[in-house]
């Protein structure tokens, strides 16, 4: 597992999962499908990939697709280093 993926793993689980909520977050845990993603989470997350991992997820990328899982958001991210 990469760094990039334990960080973001270990973000979502910390920050966006309800106290309560009985869920483990790991690479393939769907996110929006779970409840884990609505928009004010979502706007979290936008903000810790751009101050924590240092990739602005522009507008264009701002599709469900993208954000169905942490594997999907590292490859976007991964994606978006390259540029």
Do not use: W
């Not at 884990?36 to 599709?63: C, E, H, M, N």
């Amino acid at each position: 597992m990469t760094e990039i993926t334990q960080n973001l793993i270990d973000f979502i689980q910390k920050n966006l999962v309800q106290d309560g909520d009985d869920i483990t977050v790991d690479e393939t845990t769907p996110l929006l499908v779970s409840g884990l993603l609505d928009s004010l989470r979502t706007a979290r997350l936008l903000t810790f990939l751009r101050k924590d991992v240092g990739v602005a997820i522009p507008a264009a990328k701002l599709d469900p697709e993208n954000f169905r899982d942490v594997v999907t958001i590292v490859a976007m991210v991964r994606e978006l280093e390259s540029v």
